[in-house]
């Protein structure tokens, strides 16, 4: 409680940066929460919507469980990502190792980070750009790699007080995938 007094007293006072939401953001370990991702691009017609529960485990690791259209669990846990798919009573999984300078590992990178708290890696890689005010808060998070830059423009976070709500990264050309974290 005394985080999220001393956030809006910033915020009323119009000190607050994004360094100081986003080190103040929450997400308990092992609470499961639910979620809608969706993606454009230019090959699809209209955006694609996938629903599911996130969660951050006790040893660091973010899984985010897929449960519509199809089921899929992705496990995230630093350096790796792994992805089991199950389709009727069988399942494939696919591992990759998750690299900072590929725009698409970045985003799943940045979500890890921001959910357990590891603001020092996220400034590593991205310049922060703040709007905030008591209605609510938003981080425009800009890749400090000029080549990333090329691919992902930037990663908008949306909240209030010390809870994220949105986060939207925008590829540029149409493409762009959204997480909304709903309470």
Known sequence: MRMIASLL????????????VLSKLTFPIGEHVAYVERQAN??????????????????????????QPFTEIRRLNGTHVSVERFKDDRSRTRRAKLRANKPSHLVLLAITA????????????FEAREEISTMGWTVDLIPLDAGVRKKLEYIRLSGLETQLHRLHAHRGEGRWTELTIRP
Do not use: C, Y
Not at 9 to 20: E, N, P, Q, V
Not at 52 to 61: Q, S, V, Y
């Open 42 to 67: 230019t090959m699809l017609k209209a955006p694609t919507a996938q629903e599911g529960t996130l969660w951050i485990e006790p040893n660091g690791d973010m899984v985010m469980s897929v449960e």
């Open 9 to 20: 007293l910033a915020i009323a006072a119009g000190s607050a940066t994004g360094s100081d």
């Open 114 to 125: 921001l959910l357990s708290g590891n603001t020092p890696w996220l400034f590593r890689h």
